[in-house]
């Protein structure tokens, strides 16, 4: 089975640095996304770690450690807009699906 | 920019009835997908397709399920007698197999 454990919710102060951490056990790995979902919308691709190490994407960072089946989320500068639910995701073949985490809810407050 | 597009964007229907879900995946993408969320939940990988036929799938995605590809830009989801925990907003995504997927708006599904 897949199982990627996520913190439910989490709230952090506009400008501040936020980190969301996920950690999994699953069948097969070649892969940890980042999606952001906004209320009512489609899961937008934030990030992609395929092997262990820190990548960064403008505002966004997305880390990985496959020998601790554990990565993160790091979103400095937070805006308003950033207010959305965030999901990590285990990407794993022979499909090349993906196997989503149970999201976190994050809050920016001014 | 090159997107997915997904109809009808919400379907009602009686329990027991058949419903097909269309999606139109980017033209130059190789992998195609259905996922499923219900409200307030994580997104569920259903079904992916390669090369014309399922690569995976999981275990919601058993014999009242099909999916097809009928022409060169179609990819279909058909639920051929749905129930009540049917009711969920359905997703199509592609991806040229690697790490980004494109998701479509979704599919509201609410069974009756």
């Known amino acids: 089975g897949q199982s990627l454990e996520q913190p439910s919710e989490v709230t952090a102060v506009e400008g501040a640095i936020v980190q969301i951490n996920c950690t999994y056990q699953?069948?097969?790995?070649?892969?940890l996304s980042w999606y952001q979902q906004h209320d009512g919308g489609a899961p937008t691709f934030l990030s992609y770690?395929?092997?262990?190490g820190l990548e960064e994407t403008g505002r966004f960072s997305s880390f990985l450690s496959r020998s601790d089946s554990y990565g993160y989320l790091l979103l400095q500068e937070l805006q308003m807009k950033d207010s959305a639910s965030y999901f990590c995701?285990?990407?794993?073949?022979?499909?090349?699906?993906?196997?989503f985490g149970t999201g976190t809810s994050l809050t920016v407050i001014p | 920019e090159p997107e997915v597009t997904q109809t009808p964007s919400h379907q009602v229907t009686q329990m027991g009835q058949e419903v097909i879900l269309r999606c139109v995946p980017i033209?130059?993408?190789?992998?195609f997908y259905w996922y499923r969320q219900i409200l307030g939940q994580k997104v569920e990988f259903l079904v992916s397709?390669?090369?014309?036929?399922?690569?995976?799938k999981s275990e919601i995605f058993d014999d009242q399920f099909s999916v097809e590809r009928p022409d060169g830009s179609n990819f279909t989801l058909k639920i051929r007698s749905t129930k009540l925990e049917d009711s969920a907003m359905y997703f199509c995504?592609?991806?040229?197999?690697?790490?980004?997927?494109?998701f479509g708006p979704g599919t509201r599904l609410t069974v009756l």
């Open positions: 033209s130059n993408h190789l992998y």
């Open positions: 770690n395929a092997l262990d």
């Open positions: 397709f390669y090369n014309n036929e399922i690569s995976e």
């Open positions: 699953t069948s097969g790995f070649y892969g």
């Open positions: 995504a592609s991806s040229e197999g690697t790490g980004e997927q494109f």
């Open positions: 995701a285990v990407r794993d073949l022979p499909g090349n699906q993906f196997y």
